[in-house]
């Protein structure tokens, strides 16, 4: 089974409204780590924002936030107020073991091609 | 900032030639990875380094990977006998290590390198 799903291959979101990026994962270990990046044309790999396991509440950076729900065990990105330099693409990735998990892979999914409207 | 920087950005060799893909990690972590994405393709972990040793690698990275940190900031992944199929974008990651970020750290995270593109003829 694949670690990380991302069932969107391509989105489009009009600039200033908010987009929702889907990302499931499979784990049987109960402590693991969740991601985001972003990759922009140019190829690097842009950290954006982390979940972990045990924390309650949803992790929030600036107009990047996480809705996390373990029981579903999805972690989907919302981006508010979009800018047409979000036009990227943006894996969800994530990392199983101990809460700091140094050393562990990242298992990565497919990626998702987010296109900003003007 | 510090970053991870990674040299060459490109490049192109023949099919059964050797490669090295070199990377400064930065300069206070200890945890050294590769990842590798084929064009289109998601990314793939192919191995972690700690302490001079490998402390996880992926099926991908079969006897013709290696890694070496040959002195104090590099850090390389060699192809000994390139193939077709190992033409990718190859990344170098490095994290910080238990001690150092601190309690209110809950995460280690990997800051990646801009990434080198292998093309193999």
């Known amino acids: 089974a694949q670690k990380i799903t991302q069932t969107q291959p391509g989105m489009f979101v009009q600039e200033k409204e908010a987009v929702t990026l889907d990302c499931t994962y499979d784990?049987?270990?109960?402590?693991?780590?969740l991601f985001w990046y972003k990759q922009p044309s140019s190829g690097e790999m842009i950290f954006l924002i982390y979940?972990?396991?045990?924390?309650?509440q949803n992790a929030t950076e600036g107009r990047y936030s996480l809705n996390f729900q373990k029981a579903r065990k999805s972690a989907n990105l919302v981006i508010s107020a979009s800018q047409l330099g979000d036009s990227a693409m943006y894996f969800c990735?994530?990392?199983?073991?101990?809460?700091?998990?140094?050393?562990?892979?990242?298992?990565f999914g497919t990626g998702t091609s987010l296109t900003v409207i003007p | 900032e510090p970053e991870v920087t990674q040299t060459p950005s490109h490049q192109v060799t023949q099919m059964g030639q050797e490669v090295i893909l070199r990377c400064v990690p930065i300069?206070?972590?200890?945890?050294f990875y590769w990842y590798r994405q084929i064009l289109g393709q998601k990314v793939e972990f192919l191995v972690s380094?700690?302490?001079?040793?490998?402390?996880?690698k992926s099926e991908i990275f079969d006897d013709q990977f290696s890694v070496e940190r040959p002195d104090g900031s590099n850090f390389t992944l060699k192809i000994r006998s390139t193939k077709l199929e190992d033409s990718a974008m190859y990344f170098c990651?490095?994290?910080?290590?238990?001690?150092?970020?601190?309690?209110?750290?809950?995460?280690?995270?990997?800051?990646f390198g801009p990434g080198t593109r292998l093309t193999v003829l």
């Open positions: 990651a490095s994290s910080e290590g238990p001690g150092l970020a601190g309690p209110e750290r809950g995460f280690d995270e990997q800051f």
């Open positions: 784990t049987s270990d109960p402590s693991y780590g």
């Open positions: 979940q972990g396991s045990y924390d309650q």
């Open positions: 990735a994530m990392r199983e073991g101990p809460l700091r998990g140094f050393g562990n892979q990242f298992y």
């Open positions: 300069s206070n972590h200890l945890y």
């Open positions: 380094f700690y302490n001079n040793e490998i402390s996880e």
